[in-house]
């Protein structure tokens, strides 16, 4: 079984920046109150015309670009986002079309905030059986769409953006070990009430803001920390290696202090942990795919280095990948 091995990267963010100091115009909060909890600093918001797919379409062509092949090379795409388009079809099918991506098959995945990470994974098990050999994988979001812009203990937190990677058959080896857990009993912790079949859309649904996130945080930090640990662990026992072997440590941009409080509990220096919350805040199933694009442009992610991605999410669903770079 070949290995599967990212071989380029991309990302994009929309143009519209919104900062702390404006969300003080918007609710009752403040940049000191805003940073201090969160680390977040200020966050990129679509377009009304922008869509998730234009989000996922620019990162994946950047990808594209970055790995030197065509989009004829393509043999699946994989669209990790709470924010589709539409219910169906998938954002995927959207993305291939316009990538003219015409021998690949496409679908979505609805795993939140880990749903990149989830993905990768998906990709490797594709790649590792055989039917595959160029998978795109995709992580986008337009959160705006699900914000109460009058709820200042949410509307702070999240952004929209997208990030890719093309993940190909190599024989060295590139994803080393993977990890996957979940628990449906504390989904009501995370979670967007209606629109679904169990509360349809309707005017009722609407006037009670059903149709916005809604999040019980302290409970989520706590969790969060926790499974983002274990995870790591996990993946680096499935791969034979210790925290000391670790050369960069990527998580979900959640929140700094849960960012951090995952690196201490695993035994990291800061100098291990890339963070690039601040100038985005919670971009959900593009946070990871973002932030390792960053990471690979500034250097920080070198030939060799070992790489744990690492995610938490609604669904609950949290996992992990090790990766050789």
Known sequence: MKSAKIIGVGKYLPKKVLTNRDLEKMVNTSDEWITARTGIKERHVADKSEATSDLALKAALNALRNAKIKPQDIDLIITATITPDTQFPSTSSIVQ?????NNAACFDISAACSGFVYSLITAQQFIKGGLFKNVLV??????????????????????DGAGAAVVSGREKPGILSTYMGGDGSLGNLLMVPAGGS???????TIDKKLHYLRMQGNEIFKLAVKAM?????KALLKAKLNIG??????????????ILATGKRLGLGRDKIFMNIAKYGNTSSASIAIALCEAIESKRIKKGDIVVLDAFGAGLAWGACVIKW
């Open 97 to 101: 079309s316009r990538l003219g991506a």
């Open 229 to 233: 640990t274990d995870s790591a662990k």
């Open 138 to 159: 995709i992580g986008a979001e337009k959160l705006s769409m699900l914000i109460d812009w009058t709820d200042r203990n949410t509307c702070v937190l999240f952004g």
């Open 198 to 204: 169990r509360i349809p859309t309707s005017h009722e």
């Open 245 to 258: 072997d670790v050369n960069c440590l990527i998580t979900h941009q959640a929140n700094a202090r849960i």
